[in-house]
T-cell receptor, first 115, second 110 residues
Framework: GAGVSQTPSNKVTEKGKYVELRCDPI?????LYWYRQSLGQGPEFLIY????????DSGLPNDRFFAVRPEGSVSTLKIQRTERGDSAVYLC?????????????FGPGTRLTVL | DAKTTQPTSMDCAEGRAANLPCNHS???????VYWYRQIHSQGPQYIIH???NNETNEMASLIITEDRKSSTLILPHATLRDTAVYYC???????????FGQGTRLTINP
């Protein structure tokens, strides 16, 4: 079956602009996660959804970052007033039921470049 | 979550066993050891996890010491496609997020 998909694969924007990054999880997976990966670093947790609600948003760096998952499937990560430091690969993952023992399946990521 | 320590990089010859160590000396009783890997330009991929017993699946084996303070991921017959960054992660059962360190960059040489 299809894995986690993310669009766009690459996004180039200018400082101060607004961007939206989309994640399509594996069908039937109720848990969805966003991570951010800077060059040479491991992924860093941003937010976790169980169903439609954000169960843990402790990793969002500031209020310019926001994510939604209105129907419990597709999620959108929104970044306002982008800064050059936001440049990174944004990874989405999903898992079955969000139980701690379930493996997370990752998408290929969206590479965001803020000029 | 307990901190993990891994070598920055390792090399292994194709066809040989790759043994990747991980130190997690502050691990607590309810924390599992997980391994993920990330091939260049892809998202991380789950490999294996365990609590205290050794585990094996089609990808790898996980050996956890009796005191649980360290573990070793074993790729029994490494291929060029196993070249990747390997992350050892300690995670409380029921916790949702994965806390990645810098991982070990494993290079399989022909």
């Amino acid at each position: 079956g299809a894995g986690v998909s993310q669009t766009p694969s690459n996004k180039v924007t200018e400082k101060g602009k607004y961007v939206e990054l989309r994640c399509d999880p594996i069908s039937g997976h109720t848990a969805l996660y966003w991570y951010r990966q800077s060059l040479g670093q491991g992924p860093e947790f941003l937010i976790y959804f169980q169903g439609t609600g954000a169960a843990d948003d402790s990793g969002l760096p500031n209020d310019r970052f926001f994510a939604v998952r209105p129907e419990g499937s597709v999620s959108t990560l929104k970044i306002q007033r982008t800064e050059r430091g936001d440049s990174a690969v944004y990874l989405c993952a999903s898992s079955l039921m969000g139980q701690g023992d379930n493996e997370q399946f990752f998408g290929p990521g969206t590479r965001l470049t803020v000029l | 979550d307990a901190k993990t320590t891994q070598p920055t990089s390792m090399d292994c010859a194709e066809g040989r066993a790759a043994n990747l160590p991980c130190n997690h000396s502050t691990i607590s009783g309810n924390e599992y050891v997980y391994w993920y890997r990330q091939i260049h330009s892809q998202g991380p991929q789950y490999i294996i996890h365990g609590l205290k017993n050794n585990e094996t699946n089609e990808m790898a084996s996980l050996i956890i010491t009796e005191d649980r303070k360290s573990s070793t991921l074993i790729l029994p017959h490494a291929t060029l496609r196993d070249t990747a960054v390997y992350y050892c992660i300690v995670r409380v059962f029921g916790a949702q997020k994965l806390v990645f360190g810098q991982g070990t960059r494993l290079t399989i040489n022909p």
